[in-house]
């Protein structure tokens, strides 16, 4: 299909974006502007999915795969409620919907042969976002998360 590239090329953008996002925040570094970056991002994504790949039509994407339908529109819905949430219901809708896109966009690469292409950029931000989220906290960090627990307490 002739919008396959940017359709595909927005949806590692979203990915790679909601890692980043997902990871910051389990290192208690949150930004709102990302959120929403990344849903305005996935958002591109999901309109060219459904204009390009499947011409408005909701039956051809359930016959495709129901289970991507309810996972792709699953995480959509999380992001978008994560976006317009407040803190801490934000943070935790963004870790949720980076595991319901990981459930998707892991496999998919190996699924579909016409994203084939994306299968070390995939599984790179995957691991990245896993490591990055091991690794010790710098001392900064730690001293801003204690003086915020001695200010919430």
Same mark, same amino acid.
């Given at each position: ?58 039956? +051809?994407?359930? $016959?495709? *795969?129901?289970? &991507?339908?309810? /996972?792709?529109?699953? !995480? #959509?819905?999380?992001?978008?409620? @994560? ?40 599984? +790179?931000?995957? $691991?990245? *976002?896993?490591? &990055?989220?091991? /690794?010790?906290?710098? !001392? #900064?960090?730690?001293?801003?998360? @204690? ?7």
């Amino acid at each position: 299909m002739p919008h396959d590239g940017l359709t595909f090329a927005l949806a590692f953008a979203a990915f790679a974006l909601l890692a980043l996002d997902a990871t910051l925040r389990w290192r208690r570094r949150r930004f709102g502007w990302l959120t929403w970056t990344v849903l305005a991002v996935a958002t591109s994504h999901i309109g060219c999915v459904w204009a390009f790949r499947f011409d408005w039509d909701a039956g +051809a994407m359930w $016959a495709k *795969s129901a289970f &991507a339908f309810v /996972l792709f529109h699953g !995480a #959509a819905a999380c992001l978008a409620v @994560s976006a317009a949430s407040r803190e801490p219901v934000r943070t935790r809708g963004v870790w949720c919907a980076f595991a319901i896109v990981c459930a998707g966009a892991v496999p998919a690469p190996f699924r579909y042969p016409e994203i084939a292409w994306l299968r070390t950029p995939v599984i +790179a931000v995957a $691991a990245a *976002s896993v490591v &990055a989220a091991t /690794l010790p906290r710098r !001392a #900064a960090d730690r001293e801003r998360q @204690s003086r915020g627990d001695a200010a919430a307490g």
